[in-house]
């Protein structure tokens, strides 16, 4: 176990020096950008007196580097800054919403994983059967509609013709939980729908890949049932890829649903780094961008480490 | 009782008692099935819901009868060794080249098919289909059928090329690293961690806010966004296959990296990416679309499907079909795709059963 | 009575109590219909002038909000705060329904005979959320805010030609300006001019969110959600319902969806293309109001080959504006004619000759100035304007007729105004509404102004201006307007294929006035002191 462990804080050391490359990406990203936080915010009103002042109470006459050092200097202490449009804290600015994306990506997560799973083993143990073909078909077709599609077409269904949940998700402190999972229904099934069809895929075809193996060939002729050939034998070496695929989803889960986000009114952070962008607001748009990378990293690690539990050949590189 | 409900029930039975005679259980059983199952519907559905069975089934026979046609056809004109393959192909597999081929013969000589320009302006807004327009007119009077054969041109082929390009860079990086390891695999690792950590949309939102929107940076852009998704599968799974004993008895042979990840790890790893490339090919789709919900897509008057779903998304809510027909040309080709996928798949896995 | 007169009967008084036929009409169709005067006036006051009554919360889905929003009324930019401001702050003057001006916090105004100095005359009644009276230092702080060196407000353009304000007492005060200026009540009605309680130092305080509106803010985010509740204190006339809840509701899916099912009372902004379905459900009445938003396409005019006015005349000519109406605006707009002056503003020529399109004629005036097969590039974003890149699509095509080819550039949503707009030699731009000719014309026609979005130079049509400007007597002033119009038609530099109409729509148990504001959407910002519940 000492090895794993070496292993992950390795890598996370290795994630500090991600987030570090991509504070740097993002903020000549934003420097780049055609315009600046005093032209966005005074939008097609802007006079060149206005934008000029503008810029020299936000210290934006300030050299780039400098301007990002200081940036650095406060993050590495904690603070992230003040929102350069409102001059609100950056926690404060995005905690709450943070929260709500990550309560939308677990509600989500929850319904779509042991689905896609039990799904994916199923169909791999059922392959080239009406059933596997149906899945399949049913699955592909959910996800090669645009989301936004696919929660319009959700809304019609569910909310405009039956009435069955509420059209938009805007959420209240107030609510309870039943009434809170109730209102972000809608958007968590969207996602499920979206996400379920490639961990699905992926699952049956790491298993199938594996039924050649002369090991399976060996439990199946020892007349083992086949979903326990399946279940037993395959599924533990076919690990690796699928956790792989479920850790991209679930991060898929966090940092892509700004469609979903706007086509349900939910109050997630997507939507608050998309307006972040169109302001130039920096502090926010790498406050996210650092929030979102840090997901990865995170959840990227998980996989690792649970692919190298899963095959413990890996423990060992040659 | 009309001499349509008569005439169904009398097929359907006629058909299951032929299939009984002829002893073709499987059959009998779908269609005698399909028979008790008809009478509930009849009752509850009426003829509506009779005629909708009628319609789906004969759809389905339809495709079922092309793509044994399309496979016989295949067949005949294949060389022998190619010939031989397809003869396993399941009908699924021949359906999804079929459908392929249709796109590519649309794509390929759309201006000839289309009975009209992508662009040119020839009814009323939403005018219904009629003899000369086969689906209707958008909402500037364009003829949506022909929209939908340039957008094949137009979408597949950005697509395509850009799914390609993210394939060749992301699997020859994800193969390298992983035969090399080291600091060549901690150097790609990283940069696909900081590729893929920045959500795609904001990615490409920067991007194409930067260099421009023209095709050629929307490919790469793609491309660079879609890679380090390919990169993350080849490694895992190349990852597996390098610690085999078979891979260090190659290596111990002194054969070189290359050798390796031409002969030994990519025949192996074959079906997931193979699986993955069905898949992604579909989610560069999707991207265009979603880039065009923030104006950063394929510029007008230009078709492609993922814009026009886009643009008349909002009408669905009123049971109006116009956003559903590119959404489903986009449908369509995924499934078609990931048909063949599953074929090429079942095959390279060495699967011999059925 | 017969049957079917009953039958025509039911639809007038639907029709009335949906705000589709006008009083008179009414009067005239029902007596028609068999009623006498006295039941059919009985019939009207019981379907369309139910009088208003208190209570309910007013949900309100605007459709432009951002996360980056603020209070600070000199960066308000998005619906969601100019509609926000006109709830829970208060204006000098406000535009009324039936496009008069009328009193906010200012009771009475008067200009000194030359219009340079203006005297504004302060509602003694109001009070600002936190219970403070509303004085002229109020005021003065609130405007001060937009001039100066230090501003950052997006309306510091609009007073340039203040040279101070000064109060005379705590409820009067006085604007002087560098020439006349007849329309300064009505420049006063701008969203940005919002009253905000003083600081003791001469600056505002914005960020509290106080302001001395029909409603105060008991909670809210930015982008997302407001919640507000009745003002007691307040000056003016209306607030009935007892709360309002202003949601931000970008997707236009989401407003109409939200809207059908009732999870809100009203919507700023509906989808055109859906107008006509949406029509069929009895539940919303949608409301279509002529404004003064134009959609404009300007040329810059010391750019070849814009340079050159026969060009500039013959790519006008070469617009099909009634088909750009029809399937762009879906009919909700009224035809514009190449100069940026609406019949819902006052003093429009109502006489000038409507431009039609006329291939032949651009082909011949496209010779004379030697352009024949004229290439062309034009830049344009959805975001502009829904369906701005189809009507550069569409337009395209129509020029094709005089030989003129015309590339469509869709740029990108995001910075549009800062990358495009002034910068590219032809573009598309949507200007919001301008309550008078005299502060459009300033602002992106004068030849110094910062937005002259054409760059036109016209001697004469500058001379105007400034003379009109400082003119008392409507008469005269409405003929200056005409030349102005009949100049820009002619020489200048932009094209207008259309004044938008706002189109929004409520619930069927919202009770609205006869006449809707034109100023802005959902009845000029003002629903939610407007409007009622029925039942």
Redesign the interface.
Known sequence: MGDLTRLVLKRLGLGLLTLLVVSILIFFAVELLPGDIAEAVLGQSATPETVAEMRRQLGLDQPAVWRYLQWLGGAVQGDFGVSLVSGEPVSEAIGDRFVNTLFLAAYAAVIAVPISIILGVTVALLRNTLFDRVANVLTLTSISSPEFFLGYILILFLAVKTNMFPAIASLSSDMSLSELLNRTFLPALTLVLVVTAHMMRMTRAAIINLLASPYIEMARLKGTPPWKVIVKHALPNAWAPIINVIALNLAYLITGVVLVEVVFVYPGIGQALVDAVAKRDFPIVQACCLIFAATFILLNLAADVGAILTNPRLRHPK | MSVFVIGYYAALIAASCLAAYFNYRRTFMLLFSLTLVSFVLGIIGGTPALRVVTIFAGALALAVGTSYAFKEFLVQIARPNLAKELRTAPLTASFGMFVIFTYAIAGIFAPVIAPHGEAEVIASAFAPPDANMLLGADQLGRDVFSRIIYGARNTVGLALTATILAFLMGALAGLLAAVKGGWFDQIMGRAADVIMSVPSLIFALLMLSIFGTSLVVIVIVVAVIYSPRVFRLTRAVAGNIVVMDYIEAAKLRGEGDWYLIRREILPNSMSPLIAEFGLEFCFVFLLIAGLSFLGLGIQPPTADWGSMVRENATLISFGDITPLIPAAAIALLTVAVNFVVDWMLFRSSGLKEH | MTKKDQELIDRIAEGARKGRISRRDFMYYSTAAGLTATTATGLWTKSAAAAPQRGGTFRWGLHDG?????HDPG?Y?TRTMIFLAHTHRSYLTMINGDGSLGPDLADSWEASADASEWTFNLNQNASFHSGRKVTADDVIASLNHHRG?????????LLTDVVEITKDGDHTVKVKLTGGNADLPWLMTDYHFAICPANDDGTIDWKSGDGSGPYKIDSG?????FSLSRHDGWHGEGAWFDKVDI????????R???L??G?VDSVSLI?L??MA??QRDPNINIFNIPSAGAITLPMLCDTPPFDNVDVRNALKLSMNRDEII??IA?GAATKANDFHHSPAQPYWPDDIPQREYDPDQAKSLLKKAGAEGLSVSIST???VYA?A??M???Y??QAKASGINID????????Y???V?LKKPWCL?SWGARPTPDVMYTLAYKSDA??NESRWQNERFNELLLQAKAELDDTLRAEMYREMAMLARDDGGTVIPFFNNFVYAARANVGTPDQLAASWESDGARAASRWWFTS
């Open positions: 951002n996360t980056g929003d603020t960066t930019v060196d230090e501003t950052t407000s997006a309306a510091k353009a985010e930015f982008g997302v959600q949601i931000t509701l970008n997707d236009p899916n989401a109409q969806t939200a059908v099912t999870d989808e293309k859906t379905l949406l029809e399937k879906f974003a959805d975001s369906g890149v189809d550069a699509v569409l395209a095509e469509v550039v869709r740029e990108p949503n995001d910075g105004y800062s990358d707009w731009v910062a937005w």
